[in-house]
């Protein structure tokens, strides 16, 4: 079959179904897991041509929007929809340079020279018990309507105007996440184990939360999206953060609930965007309802693309795996074109596989490489794979 004999938005159902496509589909800058920070964005557009616009994504991280015309060029099967901040109840900062998002966690904006991050600066329920959970003055109206406002039409536009698959992008669903946000990360990981109740209340009162605000959201744009992405990171470098039986005990049935309730909702497929070395909770994973692995962090510990292809490749699909902590920031070119190579043989066989970046591209990333992945990608991946 020729490439591009398929419109975007049939490549990714094919993908999604566990057939093969024409040729692998390619995610880049969707809802905040693939998207560029703003000095590396300056120098794509640069190296397109282009005025940089930054146009910041509402997300926690310094994450920008990308133009059009580029995601045009390098052949990009996605296109993103994203769920509007938040005006209600937000918590005032008067701190320069800081901010409390929507949870009241407070965030500080961090000078590093050549570019600058954010990083999390207060943990508002570090000392709390369980009756603070009540009195607690900053939990988020669920019900905000500004979320929402013009989804639908967007996602209509989008959906009919366009051929692109459609990626939901609520950007508020992380549930341990969230909780460790909220009261640090040291207390949640030994509360798992040490102060089981008050988690339980925590992580409850975070799902119940997300649960509105996600009905609300696929209220306008479920019938339109081929994909929802969900977050939880639970991995570190070496393996996961705490083991398969606790998350089973602690975590799981409030994934397995949100994830449940997003199925009764849209025939989207769940993405799942948890970083690190994550292998050992998959079959966890996997039985809570997820369909889609990201961002298959190929530079942890256990995360072998060959070996997660052979295990789950019948029942999950994957959505990342081009490294980003060594070879799209110190590779050459052709180092890219390997990688790119690489992945696609272990992860595109009998589809199942859409190629982007580990997570966002940062500062040091050259533009060429990125350029030089997608095209590549774009070369290499058409099926039936000719790859060595």
Same mark, same amino acid.
């Given at each position: ?28 800058? /969707?809802?905040?897991?693939?998207? +560029? ?6 120098? =794509?557009?640069? $190296? ?27 052949? %990009? ?7 509007? +901040?938040? /005006? ?26 050549? =570019? ?8 508002? =329920? ?40 459609? #990626?939901?992008? +609520? ?40 649960? %509105? ?92 693309? $060959? ?19 060594? #070879? ?30 580990? $997570? ?5 990333? +050259? ?22």
């Amino acid at each position: 079959m020729p490439t591009n004999s398929m419109t975007p938005r049939e490549r990714v159902q094919v993908a999604l179904n566990h057939q093969e496509p024409d040729r692998v589909p390619l995610d880049f800058a /969707t809802g905040g897991n693939s998207s +560029p920070v703003p000095e590396f964005y300056t120098k =794509l557009a640069q $190296h397109y041509g282009i005025e940089p616009q930054l146009r910041f994504l509402p997300h926690y991280l310094r994450l920008v929007q990308v133009d059009e015309h580029i995601l045009e060029d390098l052949c %990009i099967d996605t296109r993103h929809i994203l769920m509007r +901040p938040a /005006t209600r109840g937000r918590r005032p900062c008067h701190e320069p340079g800081q901010f409390y998002d929507d949870f009241g966690t407070r965030w500080k904006e961090v000078d590093a020279g050549d =570019l600058a991050y954010r990083e999390l600066a207060e943990s508002p =329920l570090a000392g709390a018990t369980i009756d603070d959970l009540e009195r607690y003055p900053w939990w988020p109206d669920p019900h905000d309507p500004d979320r929402h406002a013009g989804l639908q039409l967007e996602a209509e536009r989008l959906y009919h105007q366009t051929d692109y698959a459609l #990626v939901g992008a +609520p950007g508020f669903n992380g549930v341990w996440e969230r909780a460790w946000y909220m009261c640090g990360l040291v207390r949640a990981l030994e509360g798992l184990l040490l102060e089981p109740d008050f988690m339980h209340a925590l992580l409850r009162r975070i799902t119940d939360i997300g649960k %509105i605000v996600l009905g609300h959201y696929l209220d306008e744009v479920g019938p339109y999206i081929e994909i929802i992405k969900l977050s939880d990171d639970l991995g570190a470098q070496d393996g996961p953060e705490m083991s398969p039986a606790t998350y089973r005990a602690m975590i799981k049935p409030y994934h397995r609930e949100l994830f449940d309730f997003v199925k009764q909702r849209t025939a989207a497929k769940i993405f799942f965007h948890t970083c690190g070395s994550v292998y050992r909770l998959l079959p966890d994973l996997l039985d809570a309802g997820i369909d889609i692995l990201n961002p298959v962090q190929v530079s942890a510990k256990e995360m072998d693309t $060959h070996r997660l292809k052979a295990e789950f490749g019948p029942r999950l699909s994957f959505m990342g795996a081009i490294d980003t902590q060594h #070879v799209l920031p110190f590779g050459t070119v052709e180092d890219v074109k390997h990688e790119v190579e690489r992945r696609i043989a272990d992860l595109g066989p009998g589809g199942g596989y859409i190629l982007s970046p580990v $997570h966002n591209v940062q500062a040091d990333v +050259p533009p060429e490489n990125l350029v030089a992945m997608y095209h590549h990608a774009r070369e290499v991946g058409r099926y039936p794979l000719a790859l060595p």
